[in-house]
């Protein structure tokens, strides 16, 4: 019995000896996605994001910090320091190309950009373009440089309207999309709209093969109405994600 227990052991040893090869390349398999979030809270986000990307066929190991070398695809709110070209750009929850706005309730009485001059402002903290430094540019085009003490920066685009909607401010910054779907039920208005911007989404990185396509046409395929909790670490402003012109 001894030496049965013996040879079984040795045999069991050495089946987990030769899978342990196939394991690791399974793993060196998985198409490298790096995100850059806009919150810390990813660990459910990655679980979601990876099943509903799998279910499409791609295969991706979900990281969440910028590595160049192994990356095949980088989701970035910038698009600057990224070796390749866009893959995917995000869109709203219209399906069009996303676009800054400053918004206003229309009793706050202002009718324009240019009446912001020493108002309370609510922007969004993160290095998204939408939050504060889209906005804050159309403001100095309009020779307005609001001080610190103005402006109340929240934590989300959500946020950010409430303090608008709660009268803690005379205007708010947010996405074109986003805002839409509260202009007409809380009596919201645009006071000013930014061209449409092309730069935060999926680039393909040093590590992008023919295999990352299919990390691609499934992101392609995503949606927030799919899984708001697998979108949480994108802004709240994306809705999905679209092939550029190029592709």
């Given at each position: 019995?001894?030496?049965?227990?013996?040879?079984?052991?040795?045999?069991?040893?050495?089946?987990?000896?030769?899978?342990?090869?196939?394991?690791?390349?399974?793993?060196?398999?998985?198409?490298?996605?790096?995100?850059?979030?806009?919150?810390?809270?990813?660990?459910?986000?990655?679980?979601?994001?990876?099943?509903?990307?799998?279910?499409?066929?791609?295969?991706?190991?979900?990281?969440?910090?910028?590595?160049?070398?192994?990356?095949?695809?980088?989701?970035?709110?910038?698009?600057?320091?990224?070796?390749?070209?866009?893959?995917l750009?995000?869109?709203?929850?219209?399906?069009?190309?996303?676009?800054?706005?400053?918004?206003?309730?229309?009793?706050?009485?202002?009718?324009?950009i240019?009446?912001?001059?020493?108002r309370?402002?609510?922007?969004?903290?993160?290095?998204?373009?939408?939050?504060?430094?889209?906005?804050?540019?159309?403001?100095?085009?309009?020779?307005?440089?609001?001080?610190?003490?103005?402006?109340?920066?929240?934590?989300?685009?959500?946020?950010?309207?409430s303090?608008?909607?709660?009268?803690?401010?005379?205007?708010?910054?947010?996405?074109?999309?986003?805002?839409?779907?509260?202009?007409?039920?809380?009596?919201?208005?645009?006071?000013?709209?930014?061209?449409?911007?092309?730069?935060?989404?999926?680039?393909?990185?040093?590590?992008?093969?023919?295999?990352?396509?299919?990390?691609?046409?499934?992101?392609?395929?995503?949606?927030?109405?799919?899984?708001?909790?697998?979108?949480?670490?994108?802004?709240?402003?994306?809705?999905?994600f679209?092939?550029?012109?190029?592709?």
């Open positions: 019995m001894c030496l049965d227990y013996r040879r079984t052991g040795a045999v069991a040893f050495t089946a987990l000896l030769l899978a342990m090869p196939v394991a690791q390349a399974a793993r060196e398999a998985r198409v490298v996605l790096t995100i850059d979030s806009v919150t810390q809270v990813t660990d459910v986000a990655r679980y979601r994001l990876g099943q509903h990307l799998a279910k499409q066929g791609c295969q991706a190991d979900i990281r969440f910090n910028r590595d160049p070398d192994k990356a095949a695809l980088v989701f970035s709110l910038s698009g600057e320091g990224n070796p390749g070209a866009a893959a750009i995000a869109n709203n929850r219209d399906g069009d190309w996303a676009r800054p706005v400053w918004i206003t309730r229309k009793t706050a009485g202002v009718r324009s240019s009446e912001l001059k020493d309370d402002l609510a922007t969004v903290a993160g290095e998204d373009p939408f939050a504060s430094k889209l906005p804050l540019a159309a403001l100095g085009a309009a020779g307005i440089y609001p001080p610190q003490e103005k402006i109340y920066e929240a934590g989300d685009y959500s946020s950010a309207l303090l608008l909607l709660h009268n803690n401010t005379h205007a708010a910054m947010s996405e074109a999309g986003f805002a839409g779907q509260f202009l007409t039920s809380r009596d919201l208005e645009i006071l000013w709209l930014g061209s449409p911007v092309k730069t935060v989404g999926w680039y393909r990185g040093k590590g992008w093969s023919e295999q990352a396509q299919n990390c691609e046409e499934a992101l392609s395929r995503l949606s927030r109405t799919d899984d708001k909790q697998a979108f949480s670490v994108f802004p709240e402003w994306v809705h999905g679209a092939r550029t012109d190029n592709q």
